[in-house]
Each structure stands twice: as C-alpha cells, then as structure tokens.
C-alpha cells in the first residue's frame, strides 16, 4: 500500500506553459456525433497518457469552419478521459472545427492547438 505525502510536492509555476499543444483525431464516421482524440499521441490510445502535470485539456468548437482567432469558438469540455464523443444535433450536414488546449491542477491554460475539421451529417 500507498502512503500519500503528507506534503504536496510543489508544481512548477509555469510548466503549462512549456508542455506542447494536444494533437487532434477527429472521428465522424457515425451519424450525428463525433469522436474527438486528443493528447501527444492520439492515433494510439495505449500512448497517448497527459504530459507531465497536465489534468485534461478542454475542447472548443466553431460550427461553420476554422475561426480567424479563438473568439469565434464555444466552450464544448473539459475532458480528462478519451476520447470524447461530441453529439451534434442537425437537420442538414455542418462543418464543424475543434481546439483544445491542455489545463493544469491550477486550471491554467496552454495555448491552443491547430484546429481539425469534420462535418457531420444526420
């Protein structure tokens, strides 16, 4: 058995900042959702654990197409299992592009990744 500390080793104050942006997988091959990959690895689920420090990362998404700048996305999760499925609910098919951006214990933010695209259909 485990004991635990009884005092938290210290974080370094801006390691958020020195961890790479997640990578992104977009799965939409089913109807009305997709599957949303992220992390240093995210073609493979067995590597593909959080860097160092890093909780999850939370999920931004723009229906329409790739914004110019991250005020043109929503807030869709924050995420600390994958993959998340995102169901969308469309009469007709929609272009919709995903960020993400890793967060630490602190909620502190990385900047965000390149956006991936999917459209997804009904």
């Known amino acids: 058995m485990t004991v635990a500390d009884e005092k938290r080793t210290p974080m370094a104050e801006m ?4 961890t790479t ?3 992104l997988l977009l799965d939409w091959s089913q ?3 997709c599957i949303i990959h992220f992390g240093p690895n995210p073609r493979n689920g067995r590597d593909n654990a959080l860097p160092t420090g890093m909780r999850g990362a939370k999920v931004w998404f723009r229906v329409g197409g790739i914004p110019q700048n991250e ?3 929503k807030w869709l999760t924050d995420d600390t ?3 998340y499925a995102h169901a969308v609910a469309s009469a007709q098919p929609v272009t919709i592009a995903y960020r993400a951006q890793y967060f630490d ?3 502190r933010t990385r900047p965000f990744c390149n ?3 999917a459209t997804i259909t009904l």
């Open 105 to 107: 214990r602190r909620m």
């Open 15 to 18: 390691s958020v900042e020195t």
């Open 31 to 33: 109807r009305g959702r």
């Open 21 to 23: 942006p997640p990578l």
């Open 81 to 83: 299992n994958l993959p």
């Open 115 to 117: 956006a991936a695209t």
């Open 71 to 73: 005020d043109g996305c």
